[in-house]
């Protein structure tokens, strides 16, 4: 069980344009999901905490105009990135929170920006 | 200000043991966890702490000392597919995860 799904595992896509990341929890409800990116040999920076119909809560440094956070669901949370770059290249990578405790991660989306 | 530390990498022989440290100072603890992470893949739950002393899993254990602010992750019979990094990660008193920076361990023959 706690298995959480994210969709697409990779994409490239070009300057400009702008990406969706879906994150899906399969088996259990989760009220908060937290959007992570991680650069090549650094570690997990949280940028958002997306809470089900309500607004994600951002962290500094992270301009939620470009990063759209959107928690429809219980079991559904999507990170769209707006007018990408190729700085926006990155590993993103989202978890579920079952319970206070328990937080299950999906298994990541790379994104390249050309 | 909260801040987590652990090695930036270590290196083990297969077969043998290796411990990995993490200090933590945070506001609030609720728990702390260790992660496997491979090159290119999402962590994976390894463990979870909340009272001190020792819980064991297999090859794999974890300790925790919330009076010190610390914990290790200690792996016994070491294997090639260990080779990972492992992040030691704090849940504060709003239950957010502060992640350490991560530990790369190289296995080696």
């Known amino acids: 069980g706690a298995v959480v799904s994210q969709h697409p595992s990779w994409v490239i896509c070009k300057s400009g344009t702008s990406v969706k990341i879906e994150c899906r929890s399969l088996?259990?409800?989760?009220?908060?999901m937290f959007w992570y990116r991680q650069f090549p040999k650094q570690s997990l920076m949280l940028m958002a905490t997306?809470?089900?119909?309500?607004?994600?809560?951002?962290e500094q440094g992270v301009e939620k105009d470009k990063f759209l956070i959107n928690h429809a669901s219980l079991t559904l949370s999507t990170l769209t990135v707006t007018s990408a770059h190729p700085e926006d290249s990155s590993f993103y990578i989202c978890?579920?929170?079952?319970?206070?405790?328990?937080?299950?991660f999906g298994p990541g989306t790379r994104l390249t920006v050309t | 200000g909260q801040n987590i530390d652990q090695p930036t990498e270590m290196t083990a022989t297969e077969g043998a043991i290796v411990q990995i440290n993490c200090t933590y100072q945070?506001?609030?603890?609720?728990?702390l966890f260790w992660y496997q992470q491979h090159a290119g893949e999402a962590p994976t739950f390894l463990s979870y702490?909340?009272l001190d002393g020792l819980e064991e899993k297999g090859r794999f254990s974890s300790f925790l000392s919330r009076s010190k602010g610390y914990s290790y992750l200690l792996l016994k019979e070491l294997q090639m597919k260990d080779s990972a990094s492992y992040l030691c990660?704090?849940?504060?008193?709003?239950?957010?995860?502060?992640w350490g920076a991560g530990t790369k361990l190289i296995i080696k023959p």
């Open positions: 978890s579920a929170r079952l319970q206070e405790h328990e937080q299950y």
């Open positions: 945070t506001s609030g603890f609720n728990g």
């Open positions: 990660a704090v849940l504060d008193s709003n239950y957010q995860l502060i």
């Open positions: 997306s809470n089900e119909g309500s607004k994600a809560t951002y």
């Open positions: 702490n909340v």
């Open positions: 088996d259990f409800q989760a009220t908060t």
